[in-house]
């Protein structure tokens, strides 16, 4: 089955600057990849999706960049906000199968 | 559209008592997915069900765990004889479609504790 690697698990940065967040995963059928953001005590939230026919997508602050040949996909962050501080979850699926998760990171934005 | 509805949202359980876990996805979507989030981890995948199937039960422990999505209501997860280590937040999720082809959106979950 898929196995999805995440790092880092924890991650601290100025706010203002960027943030990068990377995962790995096993399955090479997978090919739609969502993010989700988890604040304390909250749901999980889906911020951002790739889907495996497109390298790139970006949303204001927020783009992911997708791999398939490497396996790898990545969440990055821009002019970081303290209210981006969270837990940001990256997962894996394809065809028919639920979402894999990874460990998740936890961001702290230190103003 | 009331989104992924979760109930009840904590619940207390003294340990060999069964807890009863409720979902309602939402509107127009016919998937739906079971988590366990224990504190300080990430989402572990227990079961994904349609409408009256279980299409993926992979990540339920063999014991104790139940779930179902019958015709006519929520989906239900079912613990029996609950034990300490069955505390955490169980997280609900639903798409209209499976895998690649829907979004899957989170209910705020139920917070479990076993005592």
């Known amino acids: 089955g898929e196995n999805v690697e995440q790092h880092p698990s924890t991650l601290s940065v100025q706010e203002g600057d960027s943030a990068v967040i990377k995962c790995t995963y096993s399955d090479s059928a997978s090919n739609y990849f969502p993010w989700y953001k988890q604040e304390l005590g909250k749901r999980p939230q889906l911020i951002i999706d790739?889907?495996?026919?497109?390298g790139e997508k970006k949303d204001q602050r927020i783009a992911v960049t997708l791999n398939k040949t490497a396996k790898h996909f990545s969440l990055h962050i821009t002019e970081t906000q303290p209210e981006d501080s969270a837990v940001y979850f990256c997962a894996a699926s394809g065809g028919n199968t639920p979402l894999v998760f990874g460990k998740g990171t936890r961001l702290s934005v230190i103003a | 559209n009331a989104g992924v509805m979760q109930n009840p949202r904590h619940l207390v359980r003294r340990r060999g008592q069964e807890a009863r876990l409720r979902c309602s996805p939402m509107k127009g979507h016919s998937h739906v997915y079971w988590y366990r989030q224990l504190p300080e981890e990430g989402l572990k995948f227990m079961v994904y069900l349609q409408k009256e199937n279980i299409i993926d039960e992979s990540g339920m422990p063999k014991e104790r765990f139940s779930a179902e999505f019958p015709k006519e209501g929520p989906s239900i997860l079912r613990i029996q004889q609950v034990v300490r280590g069955d505390s955490a937040a169980y997280f609900c999720?639903?798409?209209?479609?499976?895998?690649?082809?829907?979004?899957?959106?989170f209910g705020q979950g139920t917070r479990l504790t076993v005592v």
């Open positions: 999720a639903s798409s209209p479609a499976g895998g690649q082809s829907g979004e899957a959106f």
């Open positions: 790739i889907r495996s026919n497109v």
